[in-house]
């Protein structure tokens, strides 16, 4: 039931940030949880960061604790994440996700965007 859209993505040298911002079109959005996943070439799709629907749980993957920052924003439909440090190994398509909590969108997300490429360089 939701469609979602990711923006914000670019190319930044390493140790600058970027925000990504991913806009939901159901009007149900305050009821889900939404996170982050990333695929770079050559390597599996993997989960970078969830919020639930209440803001009241985050997770992170390890490899992007202390630099990433997810958030969301109901009134607006919008979820973020919030990239500092980035160093070059962070380089790949990010997707945005909705599920019915974060466990379930650990564990398989229901709605899916269609991905925004950051690259970053040395």
């Known amino acids: 039931q939701a469609e979602l859209v990711e923006s914000g993505g670019g190319l930044v040298q390493a140790g600058g940030s970027l925000r990504l911002s991913c806009a939901a079109s159901?009007?149900?959005?305050?009821?889900?949880?939404m996170g982050w996943f990333r695929q770079a070439p050559g390597k599996e799709r993997e989960f970078v960061a969830g919020i639930s629907a209440r803001s009241s749980s985050t997770e992170y993957a390890d490899s992007v604790k202390g630099r990433f920052t997810i958030s969301r924003d109901n009134a607006r439909n919008t979820v973020y994440l919030q990239m500092n440090s980035l160093k070059p190994e962070d380089t790949a398509v990010y997707f945005c996700?909705?599920?019915?909590?974060?466990?379930?969108?650990?564990?398989?997300?229901?709605?899916w965007g269609q991905g925004t490429q950051v690259t970053v360089s040395s």
């Open positions: 159901t009007r149900a959005f305050t009821y889900y949880a």
């Open positions: 996700a909705a599920a019915s909590d974060i466990v379930v969108l650990r564990a398989g997300p229901d709605y």
